[in-house]
């Protein structure tokens, strides 16, 4: 299993106070992260989808503002589903002071995005999923209390190896002193671990999930860790309802990775990433 070697810089929460500040939408779904972002003039919301390999827009809005098509391209979910689409030229895209041009988004039909209503009653928002492409050039630190983040140009961070990417951003891990590579998807609700935590987890019970990704959906059998507590890179963390799958996690290649750690490991949270300085950090 790849050793990580991490070595932090103390002033990291202090470099985080810079940047632009970029409250969340004020639309809201199953806890995600929801950003407004300006594209090619037009103000929209945009789902934050470290799961996505590039960004994706919705079938009917790229139709509306008249996007030109580009190319036909085939990928898989995050369900490990094969799916053929379209990509467009975008053209300009901005976030909080960061824009970028020239950017290129697949296209999703519009039913792939109607993902239902959460608890609470809401629906999806968004009409762009933004990815990795974009994600991994910025640097982000969140507030996810306030609801709020900082962006800025990435590559700023000391370089470090808390971060890397493999179809999904990989983190590390301390279980019960052994270290384990996690992908990390921010698209994700609920963390889930692959078939090696059977044994590993004591006290396990059965039970079935729905699992839903862009163009897909299925019912899963499972098993659950009521409670599962962790270290990433020194800080605790403690989650609740784990899934555990029964087999080894889709997308990602052959035994890379043990487990995808999705939207809750950062609930409530202070956080930073920046994908071109491979920097990952929970900061309480």
């Known amino acids: 299993m790849e050793k990580y070697h991490v070595e932090r810089d103390n002033k990291v929460e202090e470099e985080d106070k810079s940047g632009c500040k970029l409250g969340f939408s004020k639309e809201q779904f199953a806890g995600l992260i929801f950003l407004p972002v300006i ?45 053929d689409f379209r990509t467009v030229e975008v053209g300009s895209l901005v976030l909080g002071q960061e824009r970028m041009e020239n950017l290129s988004a697949g ?32 640097r982000f630190a969140f507030d996810m209390r306030k609801r709020e983040v900082l962006v800025k140009p990435g590559g700023v961070s000391p370089q470090e190896d ?35 935590w059977l044994n590993r987890i004591q006290g396990l019970h059965s039970s079935s999930t729905v699992v839903q990704g862009i163009g897909s959906r299925s019912e899963e059998e499972v098993h659950i860790a009521d409670r599962l507590t962790f270290f990433v ?29 999705g939207i809750d490991l950062v609930k409530g949270k202070r956080w930073t990433m920046d994908g071109k300085s491979r920097h990952f950090q929970i900061l309480d």
């Open 233 to 261: 890179y020194g800080q605790e963390v403690t989650l609740e309802h784990i899934e555990i799958m029964n087999y080894e996690i889709p997308g990602s290649v052959p035994g890379s990775i043990s487990g995808l750690l």
């Open 39 to 83: 594209l090619n003039g037009r103000g929209i919301i945009a789902f934050f989808d470290t799961g996505a390999g590039i960004t994706f827009i919705r079938s009917s809005l790229a139709k509306e503002m008249g996007l030109k098509e580009q190319s036909q391209l085939r990928g898989g979910n995050n369900q490990g589903k094969e799916m």
């Open 162 to 196: 808390s971060l890397k990417w493999d179809r999904f951003p990989e983190i590390q891990i301390d279980y019960q002193g052994e270290k384990y590579p996690m992908g990390f998807d921010t698209g994700h609700t609920e963390t889930m671990l692959d078939d090696s």
């Open 107 to 138: 296209v999703v039909p519009d039913e792939s995005l109607d993902l239902g209503h959460d608890s609470e009653g809401n629906a999806f928002p968004a009409d762009l999923i933004l990815g990795w492409d974009v994600i991994g050039n910025l």
